[in-house]
Nanobody, 122 residues
Framework: EVQLVESGGDLVQAGGSLRLSCAAS????????IGWFRQAPGKEREGVSC????????YYTDSVKGRFTISSDNARNMVYLQMNNLKPEDTAVYYC???????????????WGKGTVVTVSS
């Protein structure tokens, strides 16, 4: 059974940090790009960051560049999103997703987790 399980979401003050984790199982982790997406209340889901299956290329949406860092631990089938200098506009449900081909393409991801909630207070 394919599973992507996010964890690490919490309530944090603006300027604070969180590290989200995505635990993957049930598929060949090394073959898949893993992306982080988020959906704020009343807004569409958007791509935040992604790491290619080769794990040597990463991508970030402009609003998080310089603040968020994606990384992976292939030995543990884990992907992390380190989020620093958090802002209230980062408040959202954060999802990880896996794809054989796509990276930050909402419609191209093969598997999705159920999300973890990040709330940033001002």
């Amino acid at each position: 059974e394919v599973q992507l399980v996010e964890s690490g979401g919490d309530l944090v003050q603006a300027g604070g940090s969180l590290r989200l984790s995505c635990a993957a199982s049930g598929f060949t982790f090394d073959d898949y790009a893993i992306g982080w997406f988020r959906q704020a209340p009343g807004k569409e889901r958007e791509g935040v960051s992604c790491i290619r299956s080769s794990r040597d290329a990463t991508y970030y949406t402009d609003s998080v560049k310089g603040r968020f860092t994606i990384s992976s631990d292939n030995a543990r089938n884990m992907v992390y999103l380190q989020m620093n200098n958090l802002k209230p506009e980062d408040t959202a449900v954060y999802y990880c997703a896996a794809s054989l081909v796509a990276c930050l393409d909402l419609n191209g991801m093969d598997y999705w987790g159920k999300g973890t909630v990040v709330t940033v207070s001002s």
